[in-house]
């Protein structure tokens, strides 16, 4: 077992020989929207995610599914599939069944395995004193979706909001490899903060982020000083205790956007300081155009409070 889950990865990583280990993972969501089709898409975006969060290539894929069959027709379930074959076969990958249950609510995800070479495995720990932070993919993504529920969000910043959920973290993690990876994962379901703040645990030096670099969606801040929120938002800010710092400049509502929970957001990696800017040339010339540099990796002060990892400035 070269991976656990010791440091909160987002998936396993198992060595078979010297050239070759598998990567395991699994997710599953509620719908974020009503569009079937397009939940199959983001639910299978979400999932295959965490083996390009590792460094790996997805190969084949399971359907992991909870569908209330007395309350939804059949052609639900099938958009649902639809949706996430779409995917599955944009990774590379190839869907080779699943499982099945009956369940109130309906709930979609996959388990997938993905291939890595044991010497190129990416870890959320790892990151150095002096790398710069590359995040690849806007963030914003909970909050529009609760304000949608209430008619709020503009059809453009809604358009946006689920193309970035939709698409693949393919193209950033193929150009990364051909760099030096100190330490990734994606941002996800703890938000900003919470998978920053699993980096500087693991990596055991301090993360600071700038906070106006950060590609924020369309719309999100204004849905947060309108006063709308997720369910998640006080769970993540809890979590975070007071290892989070905020510059006294940073308004309530900016730093509530750094708890918001995405789903299918993008890769946070760690890289040397004198690759950052052809990183991002990359990431832009292959399409990933959010892609920012958001902030470096420090070493923690010793004027800092000892429990301070993630400081927003």
């Given at each position: 077992?070269?991976?656990?889950?010791?440091?909160?990865?987002?998936?396993?990583?198992?060595?078979?020989?010297?050239?070759?280990?598998?990567?395991?993972?699994?997710?599953?969501?509620?719908?974020?929207?009503?569009?079937?089709?397009i939940f199959g898409e983001i639910a299978a975006a979400n999932a295959i995610s965490d083996v390009y969060a590792m460094g790996g290539i997805p190969l084949t894929c399971l359907n992991l599914v909870c569908f209330p069959s007395k309350k939804l027709s059949s052609d639900v379930l099938q958009g649902i599939i639809r949706g996430a074959l779409k995917k599955i076969r944009e990774s590379g990958a190839v869907m080779v069944g699943?499982?099945?249950?009956?369940?109130?609510?309906?709930?979609?995800?996959?388990?997938?395995?993905?291939?890595v070479h044991p010497d190129k495995v990416w870890r959320n720990?790892?990151?150095?004193?002096?790398?710069?932070?590359?995040?690849?993919?806007?963030?914003?993504?909970?909050?529009?979706?609760?304000?949608?529920?209430?008619k709020l969000v503009?059809?453009?910043?809604?358009?946006?909001?689920?193309?970035?959920?939709?698409?693949?973290?393919?193209?950033?993690?193929?150009?990364?490899?051909?760099?030096?990876?100190?330490?990734?994962?994606?941002?996800?379901?703890?938000?900003?903060?919470?998978?920053?703040?699993?980096?500087?645990?693991?990596?055991?030096?301090?993360?600071?982020?700038?906070?106006?670099?950060?590609?924020?969606?369309?719309?999100?801040?204004?849905m947060y000083k309108k006063g709308i929120t997720t369910g998640s938002n006080a769970s993540n800010r809890k979590a975070a205790g007071n290892q989070v710092e905020f510059a006294?400049?940073?308004?309530?509502?900016s730093a509530e956007l750094m708890f918001d929970p995405q789903t299918s957001g993008g890769l946070l990696v760690a890289v040397?300081?004198?690759?950052?800017?052809?990183?991002?040339?990359r990431l832009h010339q292959a399409g990933v155009s959010s892609a920012c540099c958001i902030g470096q990796v420090k070493r923690r002060s010793t004027g800092s409070p000892p429990t301070t990892l993630l400081s927003f400035i």
């Amino acid at each position: 077992m070269l991976v656990g889950f010791e440091n909160s990865d987002d998936a396993g990583v198992y060595q078979i020989n010297e050239d070759t280990a598998v990567v395991v993972t699994a997710d599953f969501i509620t719908p974020p929207v009503d569009d079937p089709e397009i939940f199959g898409e983001i639910a299978a975006a979400n999932a295959i995610s965490d083996v390009y969060a590792m460094g790996g290539i997805p190969l084949t894929c399971l359907n992991l599914v909870c569908f209330p069959s007395k309350k939804l027709s059949s052609d639900v379930l099938q958009g649902i599939i639809r949706g996430a074959l779409k995917k599955i076969r944009e990774s590379g990958a190839v869907m080779v069944g699943g499982h099945t249950v009956d369940d109130e609510e309906p709930k979609f995800g996959l388990a997938v395995t993905g291939l890595v070479h044991p010497d190129k495995v990416w870890r959320n720990g790892g990151a150095l004193p002096g790398d710069k932070l590359i995040l690849s993919k806007p963030i914003g993504s909970g909050v529009l979706l609760n304000a949608n529920l209430k008619k709020l969000v503009s059809e453009g910043a809604l358009e946006n909001c689920l193309f970035s959920m939709r698409e693949l973290n393919a193209k950033a993690a193929e150009v990364l490899a051909d760099f030096t990876v100190h330490a990734a994962t994606d941002v996800t379901g703890f938000g900003m903060a919470g998978h920053g703040l699993e980096m500087a645990r693991a990596s055991g030096f301090a993360l600071e982020i700038a906070f106006d670099r950060l590609p924020i969606m369309d719309e999100a801040l204004q849905m947060y000083k309108k006063g709308i929120t997720t369910g998640s938002n006080a769970s993540n800010r809890k979590a975070a205790g007071n290892q989070v710092e905020f510059a006294s400049a940073l308004d309530k509502t900016s730093a509530e956007l750094m708890f918001d929970p995405q789903t299918s957001g993008g890769l946070l990696v760690a890289v040397p300081p004198d690759q950052c800017e052809a990183v991002l040339t990359r990431l832009h010339q292959a399409g990933v155009s959010s892609a920012c540099c958001i902030g470096q990796v420090k070493r923690r002060s010793t004027g800092s409070p000892p429990t301070t990892l993630l400081s927003f400035i």
